[in-house]
């Protein structure tokens, strides 16, 4: 008897490949309107043209294929294309531009007078940024998340942030997925952030990292004496706090704040 398992479908990233989303621009004319056949036509003339065309340092062109092509909308200028290439750096701002401006010049040279509009990863999820509003909604206590650059089916994990104090054990973190396919592409999944989501009160107490060493103890001393009820995470990021100012303490109020 044959039994036959159906498993996920599995996501592999291949090393020294990155692709991104792009349009290609076709100038409008009087002659025969656009195709399926001729547009594919176009593409395969452009590949035998710049691929393989050195973009920068030893990222290169590989090839340019069509997206989606079965939904092409015909009446347009401009032709969904994802543009693989040959890299050793991994995806960043600095190749994005790297490649914008390499086929810029490369387009130069196509008799077809056409251009390319590189707009975005195909095969990760570009930077992104989270914003966890306060409770009371003042704008200086939102907490910000950045989100680098990732491949397909990797997991970001980012440390709350805490105005560059690293908080307890480090253990505090936001997660996201990068999720899509190969076939419409990467797309960021719902990040899980709870951790971060600190209440107002340990948002306070972070922004007073930035204050001089005698301020951010005078600051700190005064919410901890005239408030109560403090939650775990409050007094990891109050201890972590005061750490980046006691090397500089001195004096009965460092004593009393590190006593509590």
Do not use: H
């Not at 040279?109 to 056409?114: H, I, T």
């Not at 939650?231 to 090397?247: F, G, Y």
């Amino acid at each position: 008897e044959i039994i036959t398992v159906v498993s996920e479908v599995a996501i592999v990233n291949i090393e020294g490949i990155v692709q991104y989303e792009a349009s290609l621009q076709i100038p409008e004319s009087s002659e025969t309107p656009l195709t399926l056949d001729s547009i594919q036509k176009l593409v395969d003339e452009i590949n035998e043209f710049v691929a393989g065309s050195i973009i920068q340092g030893d990222t290169s062109l590989f090839f340019i294929e069509l997206f989606d092509s079965q939904n092409i909308n015909l009446d347009a200028n401009s032709i969904p294309v994802v543009i693989t290439i040959i890299t050793e750096e991994g995806g960043s701002d600095d190749l994005l531009l790297a490649v914008q401006n390499g086929l810029g010049s490369l387009s130069v040279g196509l008799q077809s007078n056409v251009s390319f509009l590189v707009s975005d990863r195909f095969d990760g999820c570009r930077p992104d940024t989270t914003i966890l509003t306060s409770q009371s909604g003042n704008p200086s206590l939102d907490i910000y998340l950045q989100w680098p650059e990732i491949n397909i089916g990797e997991q970001a994990v980012v440390k709350c942030p805490c105005r560059g104090v690293d908080i307890g054990n480090g253990n505090l973190e936001a997660q996201r997925y990068c999720g899509g396919n190969f076939t419409k592409g990467a797309k960021w999944e719902i990040p899980f952030v709870a951790q971060c989501d600190f209440s107002d009160r340990a948002r306070k107490i972070c922004n007073l990292a930035e204050l001089p060493s005698s301020e951010k103890l005078e600051k700190l001393g005064d919410i901890i004496e005239t408030q109560t009820d403090f939650v775990a995470t409050e007094i990891s990021v109050a201890a972590s706090v005061l750490l980046t100012a006691r090397e500089d303490a001195s004096g009965n109020r460092t004593k009393d704040i590190l006593m509590w």
